[in-house]
C-alpha cells in the first residue's frame, strides 16, 4: 500500500504533474496559486525537467503552445485574472488541436478581486473563455487527493482527445494541507503521430496551425472538431452521487462548495428531509443525463456555488427545466455555510411539495 504524505494543494498538483510525465512548466506568480510554480522551480532542474518564469501570462501560455507542438506534456498555471491573459493563448491551442494542462486556481473578481477562494471563473471555464467553437476538457477536484488524480486525467484525456484542459480548483484547495498518495500515477500512452518532431526523411510534414483562409475548410475544421467533442461528452463525464438512492431534493455543488453542502446534507437527513447530492467532477462535459436521470425522483435542486449562481444555468438546462432550482450561493471570496445551505434545502423541500 502507498505512503500517504501531508501536502498542500497547490503543491500536490504540481507533484502530480511531475508523475505524470510533465517535464515543461511555464507560469507566472499570482496569488493564490503562486505555491505551483515555486515547487515546479524547485523540482523540474532535478529531474531534467524546464522551469521558466515567464515575463508575463501572455508568453507563459505561448511557450506551452510550442511545447505541446512537439508532443511533450506540458502545463502552466495562474488565477482568475491571469488566465483571462491566458485566454488568446488557450484559443489557439484549442484551434491547433493541442493537447495541454492549464491550472486555474480561482480567486474573486471580476476586475482584480480579491485572492480570497471563488468558483466564479465556472463560465469563463466551461462556456470558451477565448473566441471561436471550442471546449475545453475540465474537471473541479473537491479534495487534494482529487487534485492529485484529476491532474493525471487531464493530462491523459486532453492527449487522447488532443484538447486543452483546466483544471478548476479554487484558493480553499489550493492552500489547504490533506494527507494523499501520490507515487501510483501510470502515464497512458497516446498516438502522437501528429507531432513537430522531425520528419528525419521518413514522413510527411506535420504541420500545426489554426489558420485557413477558406470558410469551407474552416468550417469543417469545426465540424470535425465537434464530432470529438462528442465522443468526450459520451465518453468522459465525471460525478459522484450521495444519498441520491431515495432524494426528493437533490443539491448540486462542485469543489469546496460539496464539502459544505455535505454537512447540511446531513442536517437535513436529521430533519427527515431525503436529500442527496450530485457532484459534478467534470464540469465540461457536465454530467447531464445524471441530472436529468434524477429528475424522475427529485422535486427540487439547490445549487451550491462560490459565484453568483452560474452553474445553476447548466442545472436547469440539463434537467430541462422539469424541476425548479433554488441556489445557495456566496461571491467576492464569502463561502456558503452549512447553514446557509440547509436554508435553502428546507425552502427546496417546502416549495417541490407544492409541485
Not at 465556472?122 to 467553437?133: N, P
Not at 484558493?171 to 490533506?178: C, D, F, I, P, R
Not at 462548495?257 to 457532484?279: L, W
Not at 430541462?320 to 428546507?346: D, F, K, T
Request: with cysteine; net charge negative; hydrophobic share 40%.
Amino acid at each position: 500500500m502507498a505512503d500517504k504524505v501531508l501536502m498542500k494543494g497547490n503543491e500536490a498538483i504540481a507533484e502530480a504533474a511531475i508523475k505524470a510525465g510533465c517535464r515543461f512548466y511555464f507560469g507566472y506568480p499570482i496569488t493564490p496559486q503562486t505555491e505551483i510554480a515555486a515547487y515546479m522551480a524547485k523540482r523540474m532542474p532535478k529531474i531534467g525537467g524546464t522551469f521558466l518564469q515567464a515575463e508575463s501570462e501572455v508568453a507563459a501560455v505561448n511557450m506551452c503552445i510550442g511545447v505541446a507542438s512537439t508532443g511533450k506534456r506540458v502545463m502552466t498555471s495562474s488565477s482568475s485574472p491571469g488566465v483571462s491573459l491566458k485566454a488568446e493563448g488557450i484559443s489557439y491551442m484549442a484551434g491547433c488541436d493541442l493537447p495541454a494542462l492549464i491550472v486555474n486556481v480561482q480567486r474573486g473578481g471580476p476586475g482584480l478581486g480579491g485572492i480570497q477562494p471563488s468558483q466564479s471563473d465556472y463560465f469563463q471555464a466551461t462556456k470558451g473563455g477565448g473566441h471561436g467553437d471550442y471546449h475545453l476538457f475540465v474537471v473541479a477536484p473537491a479534495s487534494v487527493q482529487e487534485m492529485v488524480s484529476l491532474t493525471a486525467h487531464a493530462f491523459d484525456v486532453a492527449e487522447k482527445y488532443r484538447v486543452p484542459a483546466m483544471l478548476l480548483a479554487d484558493g480553499t484547495l489550493g492552500q489547504m494541507m490533506e494527507p494523499v498518495v501520490i507515487d501510483d500515477i501510470t502515464v497512458e500512452e497516446h498516438d502522437k503521430s501528429w507531432a513537430l518532431t522531425g520528419t528525419k526523411g521518413e514522413r510527411e510534414h506535420n504541420v500545426i496551425n489554426s489558420l485557413s483562409m477558406l470558410p469551407e475548410e474552416l468550417e469543417q475544421w469545426n465540424i470535425d472538431r465537434y464530432q470529438r467533442y462528442a465522443q468526450i461528452e459520451k465518453n468522459e463525464p465525471m460525478w459522484e452521487e450521495y444519498e441520491m438512492e431515495d432524494a426528493e431534493i437533490c443539491v448540486v455543488a462542485f469543489g469546496i462548495a460539496s464539502r459544505v453542502s455535505r454537512n447540511a446534507i446531513k442536517a437535513a437527513r436529521e430533519k427527515g428531509i431525503k436529500v442527496g447530492m450530485i457532484r459534478p467532477i467534470t464540469l465540461w462535459p457536465f454530467p447531464k443525463e445524471a441530472l436529468l436521470a434524477s429528475t424522475e425522483k427529485a422535486k427540487a435542486y439547490v445549487t451550491v456555488e462560490l459565484n453568483m449562481g452560474q452553474m445553476a444555468e447548466d442545472v436547469e438546462l440539463a434537467t430541462r427545466c422539469r424541476r425548479p432550482v433554488l441556489s445557495a450561493n456566496r461571491a467576492g471570496g464569502c463561502i456558503p455555510s452549512p447553514e446557509q445551505v440547509l436554508a435553502q434545502i428546507e425552502a427546496a423541500n417546502q416549495l417541490g411539495g407544492e409541485q
